[in-house]
């Protein structure tokens, strides 16, 4: 039941930055100009729709028990392709860059695209929040024995030990707050974990002097290479 | 000049906004402390989960320079801080980044500008 609350009580923390932002810019609406009111005006959607996601994300881990989502073969740079079209706009508003780089030769894995969209998507966020300004984030896409590796890396404060061991065994089981990674990461990897062990796929973490490489491992989907 | 260490580009932004005057934005504490090494500001907004150093960390170094510890600082954060927790850092107000207005910024920047 402690568990319970806690887990709560993060993701509780977590979803009020964006209601504090919104609340901000709402009022700072007051005294711009026509320039800055455009600029703001972005802003709220953009804090909106990443807002909206998060809790979409979490309404459907309570489904995914109902087995909502189903699996079929995907295709990874194109859900890749489809992330990155969409967080272009705000990577480069917070003076961002995000590089793709896909060596991968199997093209299909067997996921559920919705939930696939969503780890990298998350994974992404994390990656622009962490890294320093004018700095690079990758999104490398790899085979790796017979599976496909989509990894994110940031440039960005080191995660803690126990974050990072609790993500070695497997999947974040609860929502954890992490104090040297203020934000929404905490949250976004509990929801790429549940979303990861829903796929059959494993959720990890690599960490580095300068940074974070969070990435997933998909099965290829053997059945749809034959076409 | 007001400093401005704030992880949160947008809210940084917002703050930045409501001083109306010379800003500078720091997304970090190490950043912000080389900066003031260069130029005293005459105010700081800080916020204290930061990527790296928090904000703790960084009013106990400005607190170790007898030119720093003068500095007056304001700390806008959305963590429920009570402020006996930050009285001996010479703090002047906590603002709560879910309850706060720009008149509230305003007030803290026009305080020191007297």
Redesign the interface.
């Known amino acids: 039941m402690e568990s319970e609350v806690n887990s709560i009580l993060v993701a509780a923390h977590e979803l009020k930055a964006p209601l504090a932002l919104l609340r901000q810019l709402t009022l700072s609406l007051e005294d711009a100009d026509e320039e800055n009111c455009l600029k703001i005006r972005s802003q709220m959607v953009d804090i909106s729709d990443r807002a909206i996601r998060q809790v979409n994300d979490l309404t459907k881990i309570a489904h995914l028990e109902d087995g909502l989502f189903a699996m079929e073969p995907v295709a990874i740079r194109s859900v890749c392709d489809d992330v990155v079209r969409e967080l272009e706009h705000l990577f480069r508003f917070n003076h961002r860059n995000l590089q793709t780089t896909y060596t991968n030769r199997s093209r299909l894995v067997f996921a559920n695209r919705e939930l696939l969209y969503s780890i990298i998507y998350n994974f992404c966020i994390n990656a622009m929040h962490y890294s320093d300004t004018e700095t690079l984030s990758e999104l490398r896409v790899k085979d790796y024995y017979d599976k496909v590796r989509i990894t994110v890396r940031d440039f960005g404060p080191a995660l803690p030990v126990d974050v990072w061991r609790s993500i070695k065994k497997g999947w974040v089981s609860k929502p954890v707050s992490i104090t040297m990674r203020p934000g929404s990461s905490g949250l976004g990897l509990y929801i790429a974990s549940k979303f990861s062990q829903y796929m059959d796929a494993n959720v990890g973490a690599i960490r580095h002097r300068d940074g974070t490489s969070f990435f997933v491992d998909f099965k290829i989907s053997k059945q749809a290479s034959l076409f | 000049m007001i400093f401005i260490i704030d992880?949160?580009?947008?809210?940084a932004e917002?703050i930045a906004?409501?001083c109306k005057g010379g800003t500078r934005i720091f997304?970090?504490a190490i950043d912000a402390m080389n900066a003031i090494d260069d130029e005293l500001p005459e105010l700081i907004f800080l916020d204290i989960?930061?990527?790296?150093p928090?904000g703790f960390t960084f009013l106990e170094e400005l607190n170790s320079y007898s030119d720093t510890v003068k500095i007056p600082i304001v700390v806008v954060t959305?963590l429920n801080i009570k402020p006996q927790t930050l009285i001996n850092y010479g703090v002047r107000r906590i603002l709560d980044?879910?309850t706060?207005?720009?008149d509230d910024i305003r007030k803290e920047v026009l305080n020191v500008q007297k």
């Open positions: 992880d949160d580009r947008i809210m917002c906004r409501s997304s970090n989960l930061l990527d790296g928090d959305s980044k879910t706060m207005t720009p």
